[in-house]
């Protein structure tokens, strides 16, 4: 028996659900074509990659994040745990919606830890998901594609989205840019739109290392929630707090992917990576809406 690669396994996986994919260059229909294609009515064609995952940028963009970074991410994330707390809040959110099966809708996936411990959790109460992940990355849907299996990833731009309207019951927003224009368009009516923004003291520890006694060392998701609010209605926010001890290598991680350290003082970056291991607060709100 000759073993399918995961290409053409991806493709069949994908074949069932084309029913949610418009074209991205001309918004038509699209199907599944052999040997592992995502065609639309008027011709225009996306190949699996080797991996798994489909890219469907009309054209390629260059992100500033590497393939090594996603890959030290999931580490921190699946390994560490990291964000376990927030998961299983949001798992649970999830599962208060009626829908069999769910389709839940990760926007800004990265490497899909997030997605992947969502859908399992869900799964594991007895409801079934249909689980896409999409990101500009693409060397971030490669350490998706790799690691998860039986879900659906994408290079994709959340400014245009390859996906027919009112689609998904969950869309996924967690710390990462928004589009609420397409947010409202892909929801399913009855649907839930959870955005996970950084309250105060979200990373306080790094804020305070960099920014000390200047404006950066404090922060306000105020205007965040007002233009949640001015978009969608506000259903329920809840807040999560707790500290979470990492040793070097995991605290390494957290500082070359967050934007707090990108523009700090590299001394002072190396001086607080000697000070470990170290708590480090996770302040965060889930905020959920419908359209």
Not at 182 to 205: A, D, H
């Amino acid at each position: 028996m000759v073993l399918k690669s995961k290409r053409i396994r991806s493709a069949g996986f994908v074949e069932k659900l084309s029913f949610l994919f418009k074209c991205p260059v001309c918004a038509s229909k699209m199907k599944v074509v052999e040997p592992a294609s995502l065609k639309c009515e008027k011709g225009h064609s996306f190949d699996f990659a080797k991996q798994g995952y489909i890219n469907l940028l009309p054209r390629p963009v260059k992100t500033k994040y590497g393939k090594e970074l996603f890959e030290a991410r999931r580490k921190l994330m699946a390994d560490d745990r990291f964000f376990e707390p927030v998961i299983r809040e949001i798992a649970k959110s999830a599962l208060q919606l009626p829908a069999e099966p769910l389709y839940i809708l990760d926007t800004g996936c990265g490497e899909g830890t997030h997605l992947n411990g969502i859908c399992q959790m869900v799964e594991d109460r007895g409801k079934n998901t249909v689980c896409v992940g999409i990101d500009l990355a693409k060397e971030g849907i490669l350490v998706a594609a790799g690691t998860y299996e039986g879900k659906i990833w994408c290079v994709a731009d959340l400014a245009d989205t390859p996906f027919m309207d009112e689609t998904f019951n969950v869309i996924l927003n967690i710390l990462s840019p928004s589009n609420y224009a397409e947010f409202s368009r892909l929801l399913k009516p009855g649907g839930r739109l959870i955005k996970v923004v950084p309250k105060s003291g979200y990373l306080q520890e790094l804020r305070t290392a960099f920014y000390a006694d200047s404006e950066k060392e404090t922060y306000s998701n105020e205007e965040t929630v007002e233009r949640f609010q001015e978009k969608f209605r506000l259903t329920d926010r809840k807040s999560i707090q707790y500290t979470k001890k990492l040793d070097r290598s995991s605290l390494e991680v957290l500082v070359a992917m967050t934007p707090l350290a990108w523009n700090a003082d590299e001394r002072k970056v190396a001086a607080f990576l000697q000070k470990t291991p170290k708590a480090i607060t996770v302040d965060l709100e889930i905020l959920i809406g419908e359209k």
